[in-house]
């Protein structure tokens, strides 16, 4: 069978014509049996794509859910927000599957009708260390996740993750529903309730060497190879 083709959305930094991905986003997909196209400013899906990958990136604009900018909220790339929005959008209607990553999991949030803390001193002034002082790999705070949710089965009821986020998900819209959070309260997680996969993670499973977050990645290529065939059964009505 031919590899699931999944696009992974980039950062384009203003002004310059050079797209910035880190490469172990491509390299999971890969090693999950995949083969990794890089979207560098795709406002429409490709039609040849099996799998939508949110990438870890900046914050979102505020504006996008209805609120004034605080002094907290970092960087923000409004071009790259709404790119991503109409990729998102357009993936959950037509059933491909998606998997956000950290700004990834917010652009999903946000896109639905969602909502994001600004910063997660906002939330819980007893938050915990999110924007973490250790290496990638290292997973620093642990997620209980939710009985029955799809991340229950692929981790089990607790995870170590990493953390590089000073936002979090305050409302993650009605389509969605969270399915893992920290100590603290704060999302880690979400995840369609009607669509095959469409899953948002805070963490960041593609850095981490615990053998058990490649889960994540194979699940995800399984429902694009499934997608895959889908398509091809579907093509002679076209
Ligand atoms: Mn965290």
């Known amino acids: 069978m031919k590899k699931p083709i999944i696009g992974i959305t980039a950062h384009m930094p203003q002004n310059d014509p050079v797209f910035q991905l880190n490469p172990l986003y491509a390299k999971q997909i890969t090693a999950a049996g995949g083969y990794p196209v890089i979207l560098a400013g795709e406002t429409v899906l490709p039609p040849f794509l099996d799998g939508l990958l949110l990438s870890g990136g900046c914050d ?16 923000t790339d409004p071009k790259r ?63 209980f996740l939710r009985p029955h949710s799809r991340l229950y089965r692929l981790l089990g009821s607790e995870a170590l993750v990493n953390s590089f986020h000073h936002q979090s998900v305050k409302d993650c819209g009605d389509a969605f529903f969270a399915s893992a959070f920290a100590s603290d309260g704060v999302i880690e997680a979400i995840e369609h309730r009607t669509h095959p996969f469409a899953i948002g993670v805070q963490w960041h499973p593609e850095a981490m060497r615990q053998y058990l977050q490649q889960n994540i990645f194979l699940a995800f290529l399984q429902a694009a190879a499934c997608f895959h065939r889908y398509k091809e059964d579907t093509s002679w009505k076209n």
């Open 81 to 143: 927000d709404s790119i991503e929005f109409a990729l998102c959008r357009m993936a959950l209607r037509q059933k491909l599957p998606v998997l956000g990553i950290c700004r990834g999991m917010q652009v999903m949030a946000v896109c639905c009708g969602g909502s994001l803390y600004q910063d997660i001193r906002l939330q819980n002034t007893a938050a915990l260390q999110h924007m973490q002082n250790a290496p990638r790999h290292c997973a620093t705070h642990r997620v």
């Open 60 to 75: 979102i604009l505020p504006q996008y859910y209805h609120e004034e900018p605080h002094p907290l909220c970092a960087y």
